[in-house]
């Protein structure tokens, strides 16, 4: 019987579950009786095309994803759709976006390769990234081709709560989402989208799979300059083979989404049943920060987000004994990103409540320890 394994909280990649980690060691050498690893398999073969077909259905079903929305199997991680996605979407015309944190600030700089023009419609610099500027006081662009977010930033810690109603806010731009480190946690209002991204290393399983949902009406659309490989009409039509998929990561991910749909809070399943067990997680770490006096969060609480807690101790100079009194209780990879040091804390689907319990039980300890 496996021993306790150590609360991974990395921000990704990340933790996983393990009854999905045994299915695939299990199945590593002989996928069902193919005489075949999945590694091994041919993307075209009959095997692997049932495991992908699997998989598309799982995640639509999922994220209660509508019809007229093409699911796409890709390469090259979120940080690299901050270039596929003004390849097909910006025209060579403008395009807006909201900068809330690092990964929305690197896709502002992205799209400038590529689009005539970039609006900054808002931007949460001014406050450190610590809160969501009120979309009532964006500046959006006239004829804009679409407006980008980051709806959960896994560095700064802030997500948004709700989607924003561009059309309420007098916008025909389409809403781009890069929705990399909380997909799957909570549903999503596709009646607002046009396109949404994710990594899939976060909370759908391992590194080299991104998954990118785009309306149909999107298709079709992409610049001259457009790589084949990124241009999501010809990625559609070869129903995601255009070129060789990153299978394996395709794989798990498809275990991920069974086990996702397994999961049950009272009468709730699958997606609502992780938000109703993420809002929990995220109470309970927040609530221990927030009564202490160690301990700091700065993210305005409005916008906080329940995927990645950052936190900081007043006394700094105690960082390091921190987190080797984490290690040494199987408490593992709580340092903060480099760009804003302290603590963070990633609390993704995988991630167990007792987890959490045990961090706050750490946190505790060494707040008392420290007086």
Not at 116 to 124: T, Y
Not at 306 to 327: K, T, V, W
């Amino acid at each position: 019987m496996m021993k306790q394994r150590p609360y991974n909280f990395s921000a990704g990649p990340a933790t996983m579950p393990v009854e999905v980690l045994e299915q695939a060691a299990a199945e590593m050498l002989d996928w069902q009786g193919s005489g075949m690893g999945v590694m091994e398999m041919s993307h075209r073969g009959k095997e692997f095309i049932s495991i992908y077909e699997q998989a598309e259905e799982d995640f639509r079903e999922l994220m209660g994803i509508p019809i007229d929305f093409e699911i796409l199997f890709m390469q090259g991680g979120g940080l690299a759709q901050n270039a596929i996605v003004p390849l097909n979407l910006s025209h060579g015309g403008t395009v807006d976006f909201v900068v809330t944190g690092a990964w929305s600030q690197k896709s502002h700089h992205e799209a400038e390769r590529y689009a005539a023009e970039v609006n900054l419609a808002a931007s949460g610099k001014e406050s450190e990234f610590t809160t969501i500027p009120d979309p009532a006081t964006w500046q959006l662009s006239r004829g804009a081709s679409y407006l980008h977010l980051c709806s959960n930033e896994t560095i700064h810690g802030v997500e948004f709560q709700e989607l924003p109603n561009l059309k309420a806010l007098g916008s025909d731009a389409t809403l781009v989402v890069d929705f990399s480190s909380h997909v799957a946690s909570r549903p999503v209002d596709w009646s607002r989208v046009g396109l949404a991204f994710a990594g899939a290393q976060k909370n759908l399983g391992p590194a080299g799979l991104t998954v990118v949902v785009v309306r149909e009406d999107l298709l079709g659309q992409a610049l001259a300059s457009c790589p084949s490989a990124f241009n999501y009409q010809i990625v559609a039509d070869h129903q995601s083979m255009y070129n060789t998929p990153p299978t394996w990561s395709i794989y798990v991910a498809g275990l991920m989404f069974q086990w996702l749909k397994r999961q049950r809070e009272g009468t709730l399943t699958g997606v609502a049943a992780m938000e109703q067990r993420n809002i929990a997680k995220a109470q309970l770490l927040y609530d221990a920060i927030d009564q202490s006096q160690l301990y700091v969060n700065k993210v305005a609480p409005h916008c906080r987000s329940r995927m990645n807690i950052p936190f900081f101790l007043q006394d700094e100079s105690r960082n390091d004994a921190f987190l080797a009194g984490a290690r040494a209780r199987g408490l593992l990879q709580l340092k903060g990103h480099k760009s804003v040091d302290g603590m963070r804390a990633s609390l993704y689907n995988a991630m167990p409540l007792e987890g959490v319990q045990a961090l706050v039980a750490y946190l505790q300890e060494f707040e008392r320890q420290s007086a």
